[in-house]
């Protein structure tokens, strides 16, 4: 039997398949939000006074009640049963970029031996799973398990259902028995409420007499790879790893530029359909769907939400994502990078900032050089991209994203600031120290009548840019696919908080002198561009000339790998970041140090035995069995008096001895363990275990390609992309 025998079957399973049949799309408004206890929901269900003070607490974040809290219980647990959820589930957010959940049953045993359902509000507000057994960076010893969860009431409840039945769904944070947060959504809260704080300031400071609290808002486009279930269950680097450790680029990849918003196929239509629907169930507004530029690749992107939510259903995302696809017989892939030469996925964070009485802060208006409000705020971005743009890149600094920043396919990993034409035109004015016009909007005529008149943006975009304005927002395309959006959105709203902090007192020290306020904001401004407009930059990222310009003129920091990454969260400014905006303490910033390299090493030695078991136990045996069967063939031929060309015989075996040594220098790689920090063991995986897997993944895409197809063991680049 050959050894593509489980491939040819594969192919064959997917060729003569039967799609799952297309639903008919149920009404939008008849499914929107079905599974969610929203605020219409609970308007319905809950006495009026309990449902004014639980809506100002999600509205205006005021300090919750905790005596509401039996009569939402009741309500919610009401209205879950009526769903058919017969379990709840505490949901949180650990550090390790996934989600976690401990269901209990709402049933309750009586005295009498019978039994009734039961949730309290105590039960609703506080759970307690195990605090030591989620990633903790050094809070917690094994012996010491406490930790609890508590109910996050601005984040709606939900029913998730699977085949298996529904479950009530109720986000929470997840906190030590010492106080310390364990996850990524407290510094997400905290990282608002430093923000709001600040802003409040400011607006007060810029003559408005009424300011609602001040969020930050959300939308990131998630890219994702589909390949079917029969390929990906024979690829154990894609099960173990999420990524293809070999794999020989086929004929034909993304040169054509066929697939980027192509026609999406039939049955990955069916499949975002499913997803979609669920999606719309759970409230979450997914607004685009369409072909991405590497093969197989697909992107889906929902419509702006407050920031706590948007990260709660951004976790939410990726789970329909990958549950959903089972049910289509594919497997969904969130790796970075899956596919060696063809593009890898990010997830693009478009962030904004704003509130209910002075609206988008981050939008210019026609007249961007009138508008002192938006040049205050988008100052303070700058400004703090160029302070912590080192901390950006540590946000993103992942095993898995180092395969895709720096690449000409991603931003580079230097932090810098797109903002058009327009935008760095006023900024240079304003170096200047005064700003009297903008470029405008204009039109294209396509010198068709037919057509109409296309408006024509005041500043282009920039595919290049790692932190890119786009219009009303800035957009962090440097984020990885794999990865929760809290932690840059922690980032952001932190070193917003503490620009906005900067600009605060300045202005106020200015008005103080009796500085009239226009007056004041120019020169803050202008102080303000001269220290960090090194960070503004709009030529091409990609380019040799941009990272030594980067480096040597400007500034800054290039850091490309997460082991280069890292160690900036150990800074003492950094620490001091965190700590004056009460956003993490010092003993959480260096947990999550500790968590978030222990996650980088732990992933290069994974992959790295994979590199090893797959060559020893499926790639060696496939060259000497093919090696053999040629040397037969070649000897019966010659025995007839066949010439026959040798290369082709010495080349497989070169290759395989060179596959066998590469293999063993990585084995005694890996054996290393006397390191002297971790600092040193991150930089071993970027800078000797990585290179090594690489020089072993060369010698089996060469062998790739000498084998007879029959004898390969892998489903191949060709198979994954292209068989649908």
């Not at 609602?212 to 998630?222: F, H």
């Not at 000339?545 to 800054?556: N, P, S």
């Not at 006397?674 to 089996?700: G, I, K, N, W």
């Amino acid at each position: 039997m050959s050894r593509n025998a489980g491939r040819v079957q594969a192919v064959h399973q997917i060729v003569n398949r039967e799609l799952m049949p297309p639903k008919t799309p149920p009404c939008l408004e008849d499914i929107w939000a079905e599974n969610v206890f929203n605020l219409t929901k609970m308007q319905s269900s809950l006495p009026k006074a309990v449902f004014k003070s639980i809506k100002k607490t999600i509205v205006t974040g005021e300090e919750l009640d905790p005596s509401i809290a039996d009569s939402v219980a009741t309500a919610m647990r009401d209205w879950a049963m009526s769903k058919g959820a017969l379990y709840y589930a505490h949901v949180f957010y650990p550090m390790t970029n996934l989600t976690a959940e401990k269901h209990d049953g709402f049933i309750s045993v009586q005295g009498d031996g019978n039994t009734i359902s039961e949730f309290s509000g105590k039960v609703l507000i506080q759970g307690e799973p195990d605090g030591s057994s989620f990633p903790n960076g050094g809070i917690r010893d094994t012996f010491e398990a406490r930790g609890y969860t508590g109910w996050d009431v601005t984040s709606p409840a939900y029913i998730m259902e699977t085949d298996n039945g529904a479950t009530l769904c109720i986000p929470t944070v997840f906190v030590s028995w010492t106080g310390e947060a364990l996850d990524k959504k407290v510094p997400l809260l905290r990282s608002i409420a430093a923000m709001d704080k600040a802003a409040h300031k400011v607006l007060t400071l810029l003559g408005n007499d009424e300011v609602a609290r001040v969020n930050s808002s959300c939308g990131a486009e998630q890219e994702y790879f589909l390949v079917d279930a029969n390929f990906a269950s024979q690829r154990p680097d894609l099960l173990l790893a999420g990524r293809t450790l070999f794999g020989k680029a086929p004929a034909k990849g993304q040169e054509f530029d066929d697939h980027y918003f192509g026609a999406i196929p039939e049955r990955v239509q069916v499949y975002m359909q499913d997803v979609e629907a669920m999606l719309y169930k759970l409230g979450i507004p997914a607004k685009t769907r369409h072909n991405e530029v590497a093969p197989g690749q697909f992107e889906i992107a929902p419509f702006f939400e407050a920031a706590n939510v948007a990260s709660d259903h951004q976790q939410l995302i990726m789970t329909v994502l990958k549950h959903t696809a089972k049910k289509h017989g594919f497997v969904c892939l969130l790796h970075e990078k899956p596919f060696a030469g063809i593009n890898g996925s990010g997830k693009h964070v478009n962030w904004s900032v704003g509130n209910s009485t002075q609206g988008n802060l981050l939008d210019p208006g026609d007249s961007p050089h009138e508008n002192a409000q938006f040049l205050v705020f988008c100052g303070a971005v700058i400004r703090g991209v160029h302070r912590y743009g080192p901390l950006m890149r540590a946000a993103i600094a992942t095993a898995s994203n180092d395969h895709r920043l720096g690449a000409n396919e991603a931003p580079p990993a230097i932090m810098s600031v797109y903002l058009g034409t327009q935008l760095e035109e006023v900024f240079e004015q304003i170096k200047t120290g005064s700003v009297s016009d903008s470029k405008q909007k204009g039109v294209m005529d396509l010198g068709v009548a037919v057509l109409p008149t296309l408006t024509k943006d005041a500043g282009d975009r920039n595919r290049t840019s790692p932190f890119a304005f786009t219009g009303n927002r800035f957009e962090f395309r440097a984020v990885g696919s794999n990865q929760s959006v809290a932690g840059p959105l922690i980032v952001l709203n932190t070193m917003l908080a503490d620009s906005l902090d900067w600009i605060g007192n300045r202005l106020e020290s200015e008005l103080d002198k009796g500085t009239e306020l226009n007056v004041a904001i120019i020169t803050v401004l202008k102080e303000l561009m001269e220290e960090h407009s090194a960070v503004v930059f709009g030529g091409n990222g990609y380019s040799e000339e941009w990272h030594k310009m980067a480096v040597d003129e400007r500034g800054l920091e290039n850091l490309p790998t997460t082991a280069d990454a890292l160690p900036v969260l150990k800074k003492e400014y950094i620490e001091d970041l965190f700590e004056k905006t009460s956003v993490l303490t010092p003993v959480e910033l260096a947990s999550r140090f500790e968590v978030y390299s222990e996650q980088y090493i732990l992933s290069i030695e994974v992959e790295s035995k994979l590199v090893i078991d797959m060559v020893k136990t499926m790639i060696y045996p496939a060259a000497v069995e093919y090696l053999s069967q040629l040397s037969s063939t070649i000897s019966s031929l010659l025995d007839l008096g066949v010439t026959f060309d040798k290369e082709s015989i010495t080349t497989v075996a070169e290759l395989s001895n060179s596959m066998m040594q590469a293999t063993a220098k990585l084995s005694e790689a890996i054996a290393k363990h006397d390191f002297a920090s971790t600092d040193e063991q991150m930089q071993y995986c970027a800078t000797t275990l990585r290179p090594l897997m690489d020089e072993v993944r060369t010698h089996v895409d060469a062998l790739e390609g000498e084998i007879d197809d029959t004898f390969w063991p892998l489903p191949t680049y060709q198979e994954m992309l292209f068989i649908k």
